[in-house]
């Protein structure tokens, strides 16, 4: 049984900048769609990033929500067994419980096709809370 925990949130004011990690128990980000969710309250599961590295590729590829790109960044170390979420300029409306989530892809030919959507992932982190002061 994969385990995640995400570390990293915590309270910032507006413009300031968290990074986010999210490690596993064993050897699962390698051909293995990683990505980070956030639920506000009151507020449906929203999907942030997402990474994946095909087998054989030397670099991952990457997809980001509207609401974070330029100002979020995904990567990954897999020698650490851990995903990680740069979050930069945040404002406050990205305070919420992030969460990264693990599963295998699906047949496609790029990240947003064969990554699922929310139900889809298959291991799910306990969660860290980031909030965002004005």
């Known amino acids: 049984q994969v385990q995640l925990v995400e570390s990293g949130g915590g309270s910032v004011q507006a413009g300031g900048s968290l990074r986010l990690s999210c490690t596993a128990s064993?050897?699962?980000?390698?051909?293995?769609?990683i990505a980070w969710f956030r639920q506000a309250p009151g507020k449906e599961r929203e999907g942030v990033a997402t990474?994946?590295?095909?087998?054989?590729?030397?670099?991952?590829?990457?997809d980001y929500a509207d609401s974070v790109k330029g100002r979020f960044t995904v990567s990954q170390d897999n020698a650490k067994n851990t995903v990680y979420l740069q979050m930069n300029r945040l404002k406050p409306e990205d305070t919420a419980m992030y969460y990264c989530a693990a599963a295998p892809p699906k047949p496609g030919w790029n990240i947003a096709t064969m990554c699922p959507s929310g139900d889809g992932y298959n291991y799910w982190g306990q969660g860290t809370q980031v909030t965002v002061s004005s």
């Open positions: 064993e050897d699962t980000y390698a051909s293995n769609c």
């Open positions: 990474i994946y590295t095909s087998l054989g590729a030397s670099l991952p590829t990457t």
